[in-house]
């Protein structure tokens, strides 16, 4: 402040002199409230600091790097054995790459569990899928680069998806990331994307974000926050300040560390005969896609079409989901069918992954991929049913016990539902028994686990639909309650 | 407010903005519009080599049985490989007629797949074992028989791949001289022009000898 410039001798008018010059203690951002200094309210925020350490050690990188086929891999390789620390700073810029997309991710999905896409912050969620979508394409730009078996490889699907893709979007996105100038041409524009261009994108989506951002202020907690919770705050400048900064640094040097405890190998040098016996998979984050290429339901002509258009559906929905999931609540505790979803989202997710890294190369029986596919949202759905059940039932809230009176068609849909239960409950004992024994006899393809997976599944459902059945029953009058809940415990007299 | 000859100042200074404003956006979309055509129909430069150049790949008497190697053709950046397959093929040249040659770009998605000898299991998925000379693309699991003009017979290729057409000379050396269909990978992907195998890069002149 001007009116403590020359106080507190030297060092206080040093003090004196930045701030008033700097106008730090009279910040124009809002104050942040004290509920907000966790760190899952910063994850977009450690997002950007993964992208300034991309920034500093790409622009050191890039002193070295020649983006032209013949020396794109040699000048790799100069990085990696001659530059000083030019391995360690290789590492620090792929892991942190890593770091960057799984942040953004964690950022996302954790915006979805909290309703944070909600009225009036659509718009930011669109403009953050678009921030992620540069943060994709910073990762595909990147891999063709050091010029690897691998990364050749993975640039010509990506461009071959692109080819795939209908007129004129084909041609334009062609035109921006190929040009027609064949290998040279196309690693030229991928590194000036990669360099110039995707930063420069992301920097104007950010800054659009955070205006919105400031314009709104950060979310209330799900349960709401008191008027007191609201009225604590702090300022911009110091407090929050050094909060950011001590989670950064110990992001930063999380990464460091990780970096020099696991330093990377370079790849081969691409050639077509090394690229034909490689296994040339995609980085994590694109795994899923892979998979679902893999699956062989898209072996037929114009399957390369279907099977992008699932990728560009789930991209899609991504976008324009605060304009689909629209109700007012934000509690998680009160939107099962939405938090349901995300679960089930994230878990395909990690699923498709790993089975991706798990079968590179094969092809995927349709059947399989239904199977697996289908029984991880039905494993999912049904441990979140569970999970709320436990969770939040509402033990104080006291059940009516409806009148004994004789519901005749109540009754005899019960038993048709008894006698459905029972026929599904014998052929799911016997699956899973003979999934069992198939098991025990050493057959772990993914098709026998997959029919233990949901045959057990099958009948834990069955003895779940029984045990309800069994508790609408009322046994003083032989009637049927109506009004029991699922998973109700103990008859209420 | 009026000036003195009684026009309205600010209705005349209006107009003429609205008519500024109209006239710059016809012209920024004319603009616009003359660059979407070029990104939309890009105009693809004729190229005067329109035949298939005859080039030596390689002599019969150093390929061995199951060796791929690997040459360019018809442009200088379009690999394919040349393999003696040990059986008889279809458009096999040589003694036996069993010297084949593909382009080594998979249809599916543009990676280069990689030879499997009869029996053996590429080295991405050792579950898959080869029933004979076939080409395995690692990617994604595309599977070609070279006996069959490289049929697809497994995997998520939607086409052969182009079978390079070769001659075998008096003195036992062989040439390539041209492509049959579809067209190589990238070069209008998906037509069975093979006249689009020769844009987009340089014609193969003279190749290195191969060994």
């Known amino acids: 402040m001007t009116d403590q410039e020359g106080e507190g001798g030297v060092a206080g008018r040093v003090a004196g002199w930045v701030d008033s010059r700097l106008g730090l203690s009279h910040p124009v951002l809002r104050p942040v409230p004290q509920y907000a200094l966790n760190p899952f309210y910063w994850l977009g925020a450690l997002a950007v600091v993964a992208f300034v350490i991309q920034g500093v050690t790409g622009m050191i990188l890039m002193l070295y790097y020649i983006p032209s086929p013949t020396q794109a891999y040699s000048s790799t390789q100069y990085i990696f054995q001659s530059v000083t620390n030019g391995r360690f700073l290789q590492t620090v810029h792929l892991y942190t790459a890593y770091a960057m997309i799984m942040l953004a991710f964690m950022h996302m999905m954790r915006g979805y569990f909290v309703s944070v896409h909600k009225r009036p912050k659509e718009v930011m969620w669109v403009v953050g899928m678009l921030m992620g979508f540069v943060t994709l394409g910073f990762g595909f730009t990147g891999y063709l680069l050091p010029w690897t078996v691998v990364s050749y490889s993975a640039t010509h699907v990506g461009v071959g998806m692109v080819n795939a893709l209908p007129q004129p979007l084909s041609n334009l996105l062609n035109f921006l990331i190929v040009g027609s100038g064949g290998d040279a041409g196309e690693l030229l524009r991928f590194f000036d994307l990669h360099v110039v261009i995707l930063p420069a994108v992301l920097l104007v989506l950010l800054a659009v974000k955070m205006y919105m951002l400031e314009a709104h202020g950060v979310a209330e907690p799900t349960s709401g926050a008191s008027p007191e919770a609201k009225a604590k705050t702090l300022p911009i400048f110091p407090d929050v300040t050094v909060y950011v900064l001590e989670l950064s640094l110990l992001f930063g040097a999380g990464m460091l560390l990780i970096s020099a405890l696991f330093p990377l190998n370079l790849p081969a040098e691409y050639s077509a005969i090394t690229a034909g016996q490689a296994t040339p998979q995609p980085d994590w984050y694109f795994l899923w896609i892979y998979q679902i290429l893999k699956v062989s339901v898209f072996d037929v002509g114009g399957g390369l079409a279907a099977a992008l258009s699932v990728v560009t559906l789930v991209f899609v929905v991504l976008v324009i989901l605060p304009f689909i999931d629209r109700g007012k609540t934000r509690a998680i505790s009160r939107r099962p069918v939405y938090v349901t979803l995300g679960l089930i989202f994230v878990g395909e997710l990690v699923m498709l992954s790993y089975w991706g890294y798990e079968t590179p190369g094969a092809t995927i029986p349709t059947e399989q991929a239904a199977l697996v596919v289908g029984g991880t949202a039905l494993l999912i759905a049904l441990g979140s049913l569970l999970a709320y059940r436990v969770l939040y039932s509402r033990a104080k809230v006291r059940l009516q016990t409806v009148p004994a009176a004789r519901l005749p068609r109540t009754e005899v849909r019960s038993g048709l539902a008894f006698t459905v239960l029972v026929a599904v409950g014998a052929v799911a004992i016997g699956t899973f028994l003979n999934s069992i024994v198939g098991i025990a006899l050493g057959d772990y393809s993914l098709a026998s686990v997959g029919l233990f997976v949901m045959s057990g599944t099958a009948l834990a459902l069955d003895v779940l639909g029984s045990v309800y059945l069994i508790y609408r029953l009322d046994l003083r009058t032989g009637g049927i309650r109506r009004k029991v809940k699922a998973l109700e415990v103990g008859w209420r007299e | ?211």
């Open chain 2, 1 to 211: 407010m009026r000036d003195a000859q009684g026009h309205d100042a600010d209705e005349s200074r209006r107009e003429f903005l609205k008519i500024a404003a109209a006239a710059s956006a016809l012209l920024a979309i004319g603009g616009i519009a003359s660059v979407m055509k070029v990104v939309i129909f890009p105009s693809i430069p004729a190229n005067s080599l329109s035949s298939f150049p005859r080039v030596k790949v390689v002599s019969v008497a150093s390929l061995a049985t199951g060796v791929p190697v690997e040459f360019s053709y018809p442009l200088d950046n379009e690999p394919n490989y040349v393999i003696k397959l040990g059986t008889k093929a279809e458009g096999g040249v040589g003694p036996d007629g069993d010297i084949v040659a593909y382009s080594d770009v998979c249809q599916h998605l543009g990676c280069n797949w990689g030879y499997v000898a009869p029996g053996r299991s590429p080295k991405v998925n050792s579950s898959y074992v080869a029933p004979g000379p076939v080409g395995y693309c690692p990617c994604h699991g595309s599977i070609f028989d070279l006996t069959q003009s490289a049929k697809v017979v497994g995997g998520p290729s939607p086409r052969p791949l182009p079978q390079v057409q070769l001659e075998v000379d008096s003195s036992g050396d062989i040439y390539a001289v041209g492509m049959g269909p579809p067209s190589i990978f990238g070069h209008n992907t998906g037509s069975n022009n093979v006249a689009d195998d020769l844009q987009g890069g340089t014609l193969v002149t003279s190749t290195s000898e191969a060994s």
